[in-house]
């Protein structure tokens, strides 16, 4: 299992544009991948989860990602975090 945190930069939060990239970028990975927010966590490959979580701007989340492919997993998290302006 590898995880990672994560501090969302874009000043409208993880809103719907971004968060639907994200979990595009994922949604191909067999690995199970969850992110985690203030104790709530939810499968990233879900847009309707990750938009439940209400995420604002300056907000710490955690992504993990367990699986036989998840190291590249969490290398695309991260290129897409900062291609999309979610966070740095």
């Not at 409208?12 to 994200?22: D, N, Q, T, V, Y």
């Not at 067999?30 to 203030?38: C, F, N, P, V």
Request: hydrophobic share 40%.
């Amino acid at each position: 299992m590898t995880e990672k945190q994560f501090t969302i930069t874009d000043e409208a939060g993880m809103h719907a544009r971004p968060a639907s990239a994200l979990v595009g970028t994922v949604s191909k990975f067999k690995s199970d991948i969850q992110l985690e927010y203030k104790g709530k966590k939810v499968n990233l490959k879900s847009i309707l989860g990750v938009m439940s979580l209400g995420i604002s701007s300056g907000s710490v989340v955690t992504i993990s990602a367990d699986g036989e492919d998840e190291d590249e997993a969490m290398a695309k998290i991260e290129e897409a975090m900062k291609a999309e302006g979610i966070s740095n």
